[in-house]
């Protein structure tokens, strides 16, 4: 195993610590602010715990309604070019 194996588990892992800390976030980034998102939206999303992950389920399976149960999973597979670091 080279450099690029630990790499790309040391991508991963930070990858993962950041998703998991953005899910665990309370509304928009405030970042977003008028960027992203309208101010409107930005001032109404303030003390929603579950908007980031309902957006996150959203985007990976086009609605907002979680697996009912331990059958059902998700999974997201990420690529990158080793090259490019």
Same mark, same amino acid.
Do not use: C, N, W
């Given at each position: 195993?080279?450099?690029?194996?630990?790499?790309? *588990?040391? $991508?991963?892992t930070?990858?993962?610590?950041?998703?998991?800390?953005?899910l665990? *976030? $309370?509304?928009h980034?405030?970042?977003? #602010?008028?960027?992203?998102v309208?101010?409107?939206?930005?001032?109404? #999303?303030?003390?929603?715990? #579950?908007?980031?992950?309902?957006?996150?389920l959203?985007a990976?399976?086009?609605?907002?309604?979680?697996?009912?149960? *331990? %059958?059902?999973? %998700? #999974?997201?597979?990420?690529?990158?070019?080793?090259?490019?670091?």
């Open positions: 195993m080279g450099p690029h194996f630990a790499l790309a *588990g040391h $991508v991963r930070l990858f993962e610590q950041r998703l998991l800390h953005y665990a *976030g $309370v509304g980034p405030p970042s977003t #602010s008028g960027v992203l309208t101010d409107r939206d930005f001032e109404e #999303s303030l003390g929603d715990t #579950s908007l980031r992950t309902r957006l996150f959203i990976l399976t086009g609605m907002d309604l979680a697996p009912v149960d *331990g %059958l059902q999973k %998700l #999974s997201v597979r990420i690529f990158f070019e080793l090259d490019r670091f």
